[in-house]
């Protein structure tokens, strides 16, 4: 069947003939339409029990009002969501007008985006691409404004790094993994820690893909070294390294964390990016790539030089049941503390001795490069849409 939205009147439609109407976002409903050659069609497979889901997936605008977001994954999710008999748009949180949303759904008979006025999600799956983009009015707006339709929110926010890391502290199960990690505060406690730990990173608590980090260390004559993942510097006190870097004392978003052993392969490290998705009642482990260290020791995402490896080179005989249980027990400490939370990935790695070291937790996943992985995430990800659209029933009155 055909989902046909009537650009004059702004409502949809459906050509379904043998069906007048049907069930058609949170509170809507879809009716045959009167006869308009300006409409944009859209094809979906056969609903299941006369409804169709509706799923809004949040992204951002720039100064210039265009959208910015992942748009392969926006167009691949939409045709994974007709498939399935629903439908997907992309909207920022200035679009809402009422009960009314504005936003873009892919037309493949025009092959390009187009703009259209949907009624209230059921679904909304947020893929606001940086943290700034959630710390504005407009999406504080948004967020109560979900709260007061009771639409399921899929992800709250961000992850400020230094809030998971006090988050999972309290659950003794995970210290073990944990790297010390302390919230900067002055240059008397950066110098401290590194004296302490001598080997450590530091990080911006709302940083990604390994922008900003360093890894220091301190050696016996008291000198500094300081790598980034374009350069290496040398210092002659660890006084003199926090004179480089004021913005790390200017307000309490830097982070210090000591740097553990881990183990190696051929002379780099590697850690394990591994994927979790929520089927509704419980977290699960969707795929765990794995990165190795290339071109630098800092980090080893492979925009920065990293390279992508097989877990078979690396994996021992219960690395994946180990894993799988401490990722249940976080998905546990978020959703307790943060609301739903439908899908996350882990940077973690194995210690040098034994056990693992859980290096950060990110709320929004990036594309997988091992298609197998990606594939698998997505219909999960349609799985979960459908699900959240279920449970909520539609008003009648």
Same mark, same amino acid.
């Given at each position: 069947?055909?989902?046909?939205?009537?650009?004059?009147?702004?409502?949809?439609?459906?050509?379904?003939?043998?069906?007048?109407?049907?069930?058609?976002?949170?509170?809507?409903?879809?009716?045959?339409?009167?006869?308009?050659?300006?409409?944009?069609?859209?094809?979906?497979?056969?609903?299941?029990?006369?409804?169709?889901?509706?799923? *809004?997936?949040?992204?951002?605008?720039?100064?210039?009002?265009?959208?910015?977001?992942?748009?392969?994954?926006?167009?691949?999710?939409?045709?994974?969501?007709?498939?399935?008999?629903?439908?997907?748009?992309?909207?920022?949180?200035?679009?809402?007008?009422?009960?009314?949303?504005?936003?873009?759904?892919?037309?493949?008979?025009?092959?390009?985006?187009?703009?259209?006025?949907?009624?209230?999600?059921?679904?909304?799956?947020?893929?606001?691409?940086?943290?700034?983009?959630?710390?504005?009015?407009?999406?504080?707006?948004?967020?109560?404004?979900?709260?007061?339709?009771?639409?399921?929110?899929?992800?709250?926010?961000?992850?400020?790094?230094?809030?998971?890391?006090?988050?999972?502290?309290?659950?003794?199960?995970?210290?073990?993994?944990?790297?010390?990690?302390?919230?900067?505060?002055?240059?008397?406690?950066?110098?401290?820690?590194?004296?302490?730990?001598?080997?450590?990173?530091?990080?911006?608590?709302?940083?990604?893909?390994?922008?900003?980090?360093?890894?220091?260390?301190?050696?016996?004559?008291?000198?500094?070294?300081?790598?980034?993942?374009?350069?290496?510097?040398?210092?002659?006190?660890?006084?003199?390294?926090?004179?480089?870097?004021?913005?790390?004392?200017?307000?309490?978003?830097?982070?210090?964390?000591?740097?553990?052993?881990?183990?190696?392969?051929?002379?780099?490290?590697?850690?394990?990016?591994?994927?979790?998705?929520?089927? *509704?009642?419980?977290?699960?482990?969707? *795929?765990?790539?794995?990165?190795?260290?290339?071109?630098?020791?800092?980090?080893?995402?492979?925009?920065?030089?990293?390279?992508?490896?097989?877990?078979?080179?690396?994996?021992?005989?219960?690395?994946?049941?180990?894993?799988?249980?401490?990722?249940?027990?976080?998905?546990?400490?978020?959703?307790?503390?943060? *609301?739903?939370?439908?899908?996350?990935?882990?940077?973690?790695?194995?210690?040098?001795?034994?056990?693992?070291?859980?290096?950060?937790?990110?709320?929004?996943?990036?594309?997988?490069?091992?298609?197998?992985?990606?594939?698998?995430?997505?219909?999960?990800?349609?799985?979960?849409?459908?699900?959240?659209?279920?449970?909520?029933?539609?008003?009648?009155?």
């Amino acid at each position: 069947m055909r989902i046909l939205y009537d650009r004059r009147r702004r409502i949809f439609g459906h050509d379904e003939r043998s069906i007048s109407t049907y069930a058609f976002g949170l509170d809507s409903f879809l009716l045959q339409p009167e006869k308009s050659e300006d409409t944009y069609p859209f094809p979906i497979s056969a609903p299941t029990g006369g409804i169709i889901p509706l799923i *809004g997936i949040l992204a951002d605008k720039d100064r210039a009002n265009r959208y910015r977001g992942n748009f392969e994954l926006f167009r691949a999710l939409q045709g994974m969501i007709q498939d399935a008999g629903g439908i997907c748009f992309v909207f920022s949180p200035v679009d809402i007008e009422g009960n009314t949303v504005a936003g873009i759904v892919y037309s493949d008979t025009l092959s390009r985006w187009v703009t259209c006025h949907f009624p209230l999600p059921n679904v909304i799956y947020n893929r606001i691409p940086t943290p700034a983009g959630e710390q504005n009015e407009a999406f504080r707006r948004l967020t109560s404004w979900c709260q007061n339709h009771k639409i399921p929110f899929f992800n709250p926010h961000f992850f400020n790094k230094w809030d998971i890391y006090r988050l999972l502290r309290e659950r003794e199960e995970l210290r073990p993994h944990l790297p010390v990690t302390e919230q900067i505060q002055d240059p008397t406690h950066l110098k401290t820690f590194l004296m302490q730990h001598k080997q450590i990173y530091i990080k911006h608590s709302l940083s990604s893909k390994g922008k900003g980090i360093r890894k220091v260390e301190v050696h016996d004559d008291g000198r500094v070294s300081c790598r980034s993942i374009k350069k290496m510097e040398h210092f002659s006190s660890a006084e003199r390294l926090a004179h480089a870097y004021p913005e790390w004392f200017q307000e309490k978003d830097w982070i210090v964390q000591e740097a553990i052993q881990c183990r190696s392969l051929n002379g780099h490290r590697y850690d394990y990016r591994v994927l979790v998705l929520t089927s *509704g009642d419980e977290f699960n482990v969707t *795929g765990i790539g794995v990165r190795m260290s290339q071109r630098q020791e800092v980090t080893t995402h492979v925009p920065s030089g990293g390279t992508i490896i097989s877990l078979e080179d690396v994996a021992q005989g219960d690395t994946k049941q180990i894993l799988s249980s401490i990722m249940k027990i976080c998905g546990e400490t978020l959703t307790d503390s943060l *609301g739903f939370i439908g899908e996350f990935s882990v940077d973690i790695a194995p210690r040098k001795e034994e056990g693992f070291v859980l290096f950060e937790i990110n709320s929004k996943p990036m594309i997988f490069d091992e298609s197998e992985i990606e594939t698998t995430r997505r219909k999960k990800l349609v799985d979960t849409f459908f699900s959240l659209a279920s449970s909520r029933p539609q008003r009648r009155d």
